[in-house]
């Protein structure tokens, strides 16, 4: 069997706060020993730092990112050539290169890629980091999940959603048998818990008063992650049961220029929430925010994997989150947060103050947290378990 030469294909969307694009990160710099090039579509510091572990080629990928709106048919003809370009430059990359496993980042990666690197022989993996849009192409995921080699999810719990969602052509046993998961890596060496005298310092450095309850919610603001049915029906609730706690929303925040950001901004503002809620916008000092707040949460529409949970989880912070794909998965099984039912104010609120005004319940999540962090996603023992997917692949 031959060694894998793989080609990562990671489309950027040009949020700062991009889970997706850290994970696969972590996963090329947890397999040094394979021989790997990077493909992406923007200089960024999340390219520089991808450099450190592969070459790095950039490629036109005019798929539509983060908070861009664009002309559908203008954005349909360029996306159309663009690929068509990109299948090609994979066809001969692929080729002079060696590769034999194409390793596509999420849906936009693959379409610009797969045919090309199909037709030069090489094997290709379609890692995807989310569930299925309520509504969303079945047709397209379905015409993915039968040219694919593998189809790489982030939990159980998510493969088995997509396995639903994609019957009965998931049901076969050669498209069965594409299925696999693999928790992602969190860098234990940037997220890791301190102690109560470090965690004031940080505190005072962030602007947190020492006793204030700080509640924090990290992620770009869009409608998938619902910041604004949160202020306007969960936040009204929290401020009756712990009116002295701030939430710190930190992720992108671009209410100038984004119609959600300003929607939520004006929503605070009508409801008289202002002292309680500060938007700090995006930070690259996450790894603090979780470990300074005295509780994270999370109230998305849809998650494949949470990549704020997972973090927070290893920082030692609390965690609550609304039932999305592998909360319960985490948070339940492994005794370390609460997962309440979506798209229910009332239990998020009363989640988000028990866990405030119980210290011992905060210390207990505080305590599981790191340990469940270093079981499911340390990098030495996930890099053995994606060596051994490349091999399956291959085999």
Known sequence: MSEPRVLFVIHQIGSGADGGIRSIGEMISAVPDVAKWVVT?????????????????????????????????????????????????????????????????????FWNTMFGAKLAGAKVILNVR???????????WKGALARCDRFLVLSQEMLDAW?????????????????????????????????????????GELGIEDAQPALAYVGRFEPKKAQLAL???????????????????????????DAYASACADAVEALGLGDRVRFMGYSPRTADWYRAADLVYLASEREGL???MIESLACGAPFVSVDVCSAREILEKHDCGLAVPQHNPF???????????DGTLRAHFAMRGPRVAEALFDKRQ???NYRKLLATCLD
Request: glycine letters at 6%.
């Open 382 to 384: 996930n890099g053995l």
């Open 41 to 109: 579509n923007a200089e960024s510091g999340v390219t520089e730092s991808l450099r450190k572990d592969a070459p790095v080629m950039i490629w036109d990928m005019p798929e539509a990112g983060y908070n861009q709106s664009k002309s559908k048919i203008a954005y349909r003809i360029g996306q159309v050539r663009a690929r068509l370009a990109n299948n090609i430059r994979a066809w001969r990359t692929v080729k002079k290169l060696g590769i034999n496993i194409l390793h596509a980042n999420d849906h936009r990666a």
């Open 163 to 203: 396995k639903r969602d994609l019957a009965p052509e998931s049901e076969g046993p050669a498209a069965a048998g594409k299925f696999a998961f693999l928790y992602s890596i969190v860098d234990r060496t940037r997220f890791f818990p301190v102690d109560a005298a470090a965690k004031r310092a940080l505190r």
């Open 130 to 140: 989310d569930t299925m849009i309520e509504g969303g192409n079945v047709k397209m």
């Open 306 to 308: 949470a990549r704020c």
């Open 347 to 357: 239990a998020l609120a009363q989640a988000i103050g028990q866990v405030t005004h």
């Open 231 to 257: 202020i306007r029906e969960v936040l009204p609730r929290v401020a009756e049961d712990v009116p002295e706690a701030i939430t710190y929303f930190v992720g992108d925040f671009e209410p100038e220029r």
